[in-house]
């Protein structure tokens, strides 16, 4: 009985996603053909709302052109590791992943890839989408019978990645406006992007929590199914015309898959080309795709095309060829289609099903549906965009600072650490160099306020480097996602990192300053004050950036604190505290040139002690020389050089944010 009623649910499932496709084909005035290229009528927004009884698509606010993708012969091959040269009987050094790969998404209807594991699935779907990083591709992609551009296609499609990676500290709603800010066109004003917004968080089911944190996975914030409803509504915002989407229901219980496939069929319902990889699938969540694409290993297509009702014309292919077991009454299709086209299947039955799919009469529909897809339709223009992003640079910056102030602010753990840090460390060091600025009888005295100088900087500093790492590791990963679909370059995303530390930086140098400078005791002047301020701000902030520009140059952050620790162990070192400079080596002193720390304390002392005129007891020495005359001639310090100090680091300070900004660019560790 229990039988009997799952298979009338799936009836009545299949007659509505039917009735959906049919009503979407006498729907069809809703678009306007110039020549064959089907293009949504602009509606306006509030003549749609204000008509009795008429009730307005969902996700349709915004016109958008629905595409098709034909690609014909697609290979695909990447460098044969080492371990399999030595093994591989033949001189060809590349391994092939995709072979001979045909096929067409159209809009509409949804595509499943599927396969066994290592079929290919996600690898040719990074290839059509354009998001392969190496390797060698050949064969023809056309979008709606245009050669595909990768700089137009980013524009027009949409990818969600299998791992949801997002922002942690904002808000599910702030997550798609930031999207939809920066990859909607600039033609479309501000209101219209926010009802847009709007509209697909009712497409993918979100509005209820449009207001909670997304949070670190596993963690806090969103659940999973949340987090994938959320991967796809941020792809949704920038309103693509073709959509790829990487295992959606992968790590999903039952109910959470459904939530998230209804989302999916909500998508494809507005129109859009919408393919999705797909591993075991339940029967339900099989059933709502309409189109197939199986491969088996090495990327060869054994099967393709529509699943049909109850799966019946894949059912229908698969047990006409000789020696394939039937289906058993209430087996899920796709569990059986994956064990009768198995590796071990086709040695039992002696068959390759790709060579059978190739001389099959659907093999040759594909053939003819491709070529007829790979035809512009007449009177149709290829889509063109002056510029690689929707956004120009100041606008990409806007969007990009808003976003990390946000995160920031609401990172207390990252920032109440070193304020905490920051605070206890000058209390440490005002204790124990508890008034030491007042003694300044000898040189000994000299030492220990040199010694309370070095340290208040040196710790502090250290720690602004090491704490900012994984911080700023795990929004590169953000990073990567959100270039890859256009949303901004690098370099106003960079330049928002650097400038969104100043405020905090700028918070920490003031008290912590003050206490130290209380403290130690040291000449209550303004200017010497000043120059106490400026030189530990200057200094906390290419610490800061130093890390930063460690993690962009390494591909993890366990890497990347590993850099810091030497970074800071090299300035530790050529400092000029533990050997002044005049007593460096001479084939070692270009090392204490080039050491910011160097810089920061001859700056110090120099700004403090340099003009002071007091004598003072040196050991050795038969008079008593003055502190000017010790420290520019001990440790090569001198006050008038403060103008070159403050321009040296500065220069540190902007050459370690520039750093930053350059290897985030040019550098990718993300391989794919």
Request: charge should be neutral; include cysteine; glycine fraction near 6%.
């Amino acid at each position: 009985m229990l039988l009997k009623q799952k298979t009338q649910v799936r009836d009545i499932l299949c007659i509505k996603r039917y009735c959906s496709l049919l009503w979407m084909s006498f729907h069809l005035t809703d678009y306007i053909f110039p020549g064959e290229m089907m293009i949504p009528k602009t509606h306006n927004i509030n003549e749609d709302s204000g008509v009795a009884g008429a009730a307005p698509k969902r996700g349709m606010i915004l016109p958008f052109t629905p595409l098709s993708m034909s690609f014909d012969n697609i290979n695909y091959y990447v460098d044969m590791p080492q371990a399999m040269k030595e093994e591989s009987t033949t001189k060809d050094n590349k391994l092939q992943l995709l072979t001979e790969v045909s096929g067409a998404f159209r809009p509409g209807v949804l595509t499943a890839l599927m396969g066994i594991s290592g079929a290919g699935k996600t690898t040719l779907m990074d290839v059509l989408s354009g998001r392969k990083t190496g390797g060698y591709i050949e064969g023809d992609i056309r979008i709606s019978g245009f050669p595909k551009v990768q700089h137009t296609f980013t524009r027009i499609s949409g990818y969600c990645e299998q791992n949801d990676i997002h922002s942690p500290q904002v808000t599910v709603y702030e997550s798609l406006v930031f999207s939809a800010f920066l990859r909607l066109p600039k033609d479309i004003n501000k209101d219209e992007k926010m009802l847009f917004v709007k509209e697909v968080m009712e497409l993918v089911e979100l509005t209820n929590l449009k207001d909670m944190i997304v949070g670190i996975p596993g963690v806090s914030g969103l659940s999973t199914q949340q987090r994938k409803r959320l991967t796809i509504a941020v792809e949704l915002v920038a309103n693509p015309s073709i959509i790829f989407m990487d295992e959606p229901t992968t790590g999903l219980d039952a109910r959470a898959a459904a939530i998230v496939m209804r989302t999916v069929r909500n998508t494809v319902d507005t129109g859009r080309t919408v393919v999705c990889t797909i591993h075991q699938p339940g029967v339900d969540i099989f059933e709502a795709f309409d189109e197939l694409l199986l491969m088996k290993t090495r990327g060869q297509v054994i099967y393709a095309g529509p699943l049909g009702l109850k799966s019946a014309n894949l059912i229908e292919y698969l047990e006409g060829i000789h020696g394939v077991p039937k289906i058993v009454e209430q087996q899920n299709p796709a569990t059986w289609l994956l064990e009768v086209t198995s590796v071990a299947s086709e040695k039992r039955l002696g068959i390759d099903f790709a060579q059978h799919y190739k001389s099959s009469t659907l093999y040759e529909r594909n053939i003819a549906l491709v070529k007829e897809l790979s035809i512009p339709p007449s009177g149709a223009k290829q889509l063109f965009y002056t510029t690689q992003y929707a956004q120009s640079m100041w606008s990409q910056f806007k969007s990009c600072i808003q976003k990390q102030w946000h995160s920031y602010w609401r990172t207390p753990e990252y920032n109440l650490v070193r304020f905490c840090f920051t605070l206890v460390t000058s209390l440490l060091v005002g204790t124990i160099f508890w008034k030491v600025g007042t003694k300044r009888d000898s040189s000994t005295d000299l030492t220990m306020i040199f010694g309370g100088l070095y340290g208040a900087v040196l710790f502090a500093g250290i720690n602004n480097g090491t704490t900012v790492v994984p911080v700023v590791a795990f929004e590169r990963t953000v990073f990567y996602r959100e270039r890859a679909a256009g949303m901004y370059s690098a370099l106003p995303y960079a330049m928002t990192q650097v400038i969104v530390e100043i405020p905090y930086v700028f918070f920490q140098t003031t008290y912590y300053t003050v206490i130290i400078y209380t403290m130690v005791s040291f000449e209550w002047t303004a200017v010497k004050y000043f120059w106490f301020f400026f030189m530990h701000f200057l200094t906390f902030l290419y610490f800061t950036y130093n890390g930063l520009m460690a993690v962009s140059l390494a591909p993890n952050d366990q890497l990347a604190s590993i850099l810091t620790s030497a970074f800071d162990s090299l300035f530790n070192l050529f400092s000029g505290f533990f050997i002044p400079r005049p007593k460096i080596p001479k084939w070692w002193v270009w090392c204490y040139w080039i050491d910011p720390l160097a810089w920061t304390f001859q700056g110090l002392i120099a700004s403090q002690y340099g003009d002071v005129k007091e004598t003072i007891k040196v050991p050795g020495m038969s008079y008593d020389p003055t502190i000017k005359w010790y420290v520019e001639t001990h440790f090569g310090y001198e006050d008038g050089y403060l103008g070159l100090v403050t321009a040296v680091l500065v220069s540190f300070t902007v050459f370690f944010a520039v750093m930053y900004a350059y290897c985030l660019n040019k550098l990718n560790f993300q391989t794919r």
